[in-house]
């Protein structure tokens, strides 16, 4: 043996008899730590999935990363906590006062800036890293399929949106409830908190899938929070100019239905179609004098359009991902 | 131990015995129409350290991938543990671990967190994937420096984490692909001591890619080399080097004499450097070459056994096995030998 390695192998040793955690025994060297099979039992690929998921949706939220991974999904969340909050606040003081705040679109603004932002900032994170580090073939050679490692990213993504999004609407419920008194009440703002809960689960699933597919083209992350940020932002600014645009041809003309610019302007956007297809599923077109310009969506006769969209790309936008997954490089 | 099969399959497909770990038969792999990566290559692999050797781009990352059943070959057939590469990916990558040519870590998390989070990957429950991610990480010799984060470690360090990863899932197989890449030279002889190590007292069988022969032949048992995706020899390293064993006879004057003496004897010495080079027969070649030595009253200044290294083995012309040429083992590269 050449006398670097035995430099090395005495390195070795004397660490090993340093770090003395059971495993070594008196003679205090490397050599001495037997191998140990493990022979006990193996899990199979849901219950690896299930490991990934997990994994995956903590560091969406920094957990067990740097102090610096945790500012912003904590910054974003407090920040979308903060109506529900003030509710709560404005109610235990003036308990006759109505909430100030909707279980259907929260305050669709707010929510629309916060998870612009938290999508920007985590999809990346859970995939653009994976690409950046050419971590991806230490995943592939281990038993799971390729399938299997997008779609735990979308349900990690999903449920981390899900998250952002239910636990305000859950905080305001209890803010509310608190001020109430008979199980009738209770049972009322239950019932409005459901198609709440359900109408954010179309905000997370959209969210997500559209997020991470764009994510998942680079493996770079400034460049993937610029293409995720980037068309989300501007589209969402177009669509209110757009239906600006349309609203206000639509008042000279004073007719009684809106302009098809004005109600097809929310197509463009993720924010608006989603905005869109509350109207269409409350039966609320939101014609004439209704238009409110931070909830810009008008959408006449067009309901089912935003439906079909809204369904459309969230299967375009997970079909692209799984075929990113499958074409991605393990060289 | 290992055999080889002939190239364009004269007898019919071997099933898999229990002491054969990888088989592959003509498999090819070609990337578009341009490129062929690997070209009906043939080779049983049993247990043990197997080195995989060739120059870059000879198609050792390719067979690695085929392997684990990252890649789809072109054609022929490749298996691990008798699990056909195509259809039984899955059960392969149960059964092996991995360590990628290239950088493949996250700097941002630590070691501790990156190979108990594999482990689980590899389908270890929680508690089993944290101890035996320890117990990987202190088998390559990560103590404290684990609690650290990657982005802080040393080309060496990194390399003994992908290592440790690989390891963490207690795999039957290794499938390292140039473990020493970029490691100096101590670096270089711990790598090969750690994988010397769990290929022996782990008996975990081990296929090592590399580029660089002298490593492959201080500890493999078993030797597969390929270029430009063919078979160039695959056999054992005592039967490879056995074969070709060779006195090294310096004499400060008369080599002249000295040749034409063993040539009487029977030997066949051939001009090396400044001395001869005789085929070793037994211990009868150590005598002749002492008494002609002796006979001829010559200052004899150096006797010594030579292995051949490797890729002059590879050397179909005998006269090329001869030629002087840089004297460092363990740094040398494949040259491009002259299989025909």
Known sequence: MPADAQAAAGQFGSAATESNNGAIDSAGVIHNIGYRRYDDVRLGRAAIVRALIWHSLRSAFGIRRGAKAKIFPALLFALICLPAAVNAVALATNPHSSPIVGYDDYIPSLRTVVMLIFVAIEAPNLVSADLRNHTLPLYFARPIHRIDYPVAKLVAFVLACLAMIEIPLILLYLGIVSQQHGASQVWEQTLRLGPGLLYGAAWAVLLASIGLLLASTTGKRVFAMCAIGIPLFFSWILAHVLAQVGVQAFSAAGVGQPSALASLAGLISPFTLLGGLLRWLQGNPAIGPAYHPLQPTTIGNYGPVYGLLFAGLIVAAIAGLIVRYRKVGVA | ?340
């Open chain 2, 1 to 340: 131990m290992i055999s080889q099969t002939m190239p364009h399959g004269g007898g019919p497909a071997r099933h898999a015995a229990p002491d054969v770990v990888i088989q592959t038969s003509v498999l090819t792999k070609r990337y578009g129409t341009a490129v062929t990566a690997l070209d009906e290559l043939t080779v049983v692999v049993g247990p043990g350290i197997t080195g995989l050797i060739g120059a870059n781009g000879a198609g050792k990352s390719t067979l690695i991938k085929i392997l684990l059943g990252l890649l789809e070959p072109t054609s022929g057939t490749a298996a691990v543990f008798g699990h056909d590469c195509v259809t039984g990916g899955f059960a392969i990558r149960t059964l092996t671990g991995y360590m990628p040519e290239h950088d493949c870590l996250p700097p941002d998390v630590t070691a501790t967190e990156l190979v108990t989070h594999f482990g689980r990957i590899s389908g270890l429950p929680a508690t089993a994937a944290r101890e035996r991610a320890a117990d990987s990480l202190r088998h390559v010799g990560l103590y404290e420096e684990r609690y650290r984060q990657i982005g802080t470690y040393s080309t060496g360090m990194k390399q003994r984490v992908k290592l440790a990863q690989a390891l963490v899932g207690d795999p039957r197989l290794l499938l390292l692909d140039e473990p020493t890449n970029g490691l100096d030279p101590a670096g270089r002889t711990a790598m090969l001591e750690l994988i010397a190590r769990i290929g022996t007292e782990f008996g975990i069988s081990i296929l090592v890619a590399s580029h660089l022969l002298g490593e492959i032949e201080q500890i493999c048992d078993q030797l597969v080399a390929i270029d430009a995706g063919r078979l160039l020899r695959a056999d054992t390293i005592s039967s490879v080097t056995q074969a070709s064993a060779a006195l090294l006879v310096e004499v400060d004057e008369g080599v002249d004499l000295l040749q034409a003496e063993l040539v009487k004897r029977g030997l066949t010495p051939a001009p090396f450097q400044r001395g001869l080079l005789v085929q070793l027969a037994g211990d009868e070649t150590y005598d002749a070459v002492r008494d002609s030595v002796a006979d001829l009253g010559l200052p004899l200044s150096r006797m010594e056994q030579r292995r051949h290294r490797i890729e002059e083995l590879f050397r179909t012309d005998p006269a090329l096995a001869d030629e002087p040429r840089a004297d460092v083992p363990g740094s040398q590269t494949m040259g491009a030998p002259s299989a025909s």
